[in-house]
């Protein structure tokens, strides 16, 4: 009989025990899920703030340049804010780089201009090709590194400016980059003669009265990139100036810009692949070539080459061109094609300057 009341005595207890212990996680829970609404309703929402605009100081960035960026980002809530802006850059050969990430504090219902300075010092990629960049800046309610980050607005910008390397603007010609030499090519004698700087120009005479030209070459070769020229055309019909990429032998790999020395102006590409001609392109110019510096560029990547005059895109090929590093040439001379008319004064080619 005493073990019975014993054991009745336990099970209430132990009933009494449970029954509390489910109060008081009833209320423990019911504290918990406030405390949590209570948070969620009252921490602002970031996901309507946005960047605005971005404004670049310049387009083009060369060796020791600096670009200035400007960024604006729009609180529109009633609180401040604090964000994290990220900013990543692509090369044209579609490989990207983090930059510093920014930690920006936001007035209230407000607009605010940030901004930052890109150098090349800050670029690590690999390989700094020349060519074409696009961004995309982001904001983010952490660092992205953290694992409770966010994404909360983007904006991202195709061809947002280009880089070049290496500008050449002839003070001199210097002989471990370039070299002139003698030749025969075509109906037209190279001579290296006919090659000169002057008023820190690159000068290729077309003597008087004769065939002959001028050509340089690139000690070095180079492969994927962007090639640009600035030059003011010789006067002299029946001749053409050449800006071109190229390696022995002939018709395996050259990339070709060759411009008409004449008022009328047309221009010639081409590309050579595998010992054949396999891109072809004659085109009418809309301006003088003869009377004014004009910019021809060529954009050389692994899966598209394009041709450009004054940054107007005038050819693109996909396909048909070598994928090798070649010499970079500038020339003026006299090809069999044409009929071979003698200038009755000394003509000259002048390029102001050549990057890439």
Known sequence: MFLNKLSIKTLIYFSLSCLLFLALLAIYSHYFNLKNS?????????????????????????????????????????????????HSISSPLNEWLDLPVTRVELPSNNTKTLKISLDRNDLVFKKLISGSYSCVFALWTEPPSSSLASRINEKRISNAFRIYSKVENFNLLRDDIWFSRNGKLGRSNLENSNVGTSNDKLTIKLPARTLNGGEIQSIDMVHYGSYE??????????????????????????????????????VLLTSYSKGKKRNEAILPLDFNPTSSFNRYRIDYYPDKLSFYINDFLIQTWSNGFSKEPMHLLVNAWYPVWLEGIAPSQDKYLIVDWIRY
């Open 38 to 86: 209570f948070s969620i309703n009252n921490t602002p929402s970031k996901e309507n703030i946005t960047i605005t605009d971005v404004t670049y100081s310049k387009n083009l960035l060369l060796p020791n340049d600096i670009i200035d960026i400007e960024i604006k980002i729009l609180n529109p809530q009633k609180t401040k804010a604090v964000v994290f802006l990220g």
């Open 229 to 266: 020229i600035s030059m003011l055309l010789p006067d002299s019909p029946s001749s053409i100036t050449g800006f071109f990429l190229y390696k022995a032998p002939d018709f395996h790999h050259e990339i070709d810009i060759e411009v008409f020395n004449s008022k009328e102006g047309k």
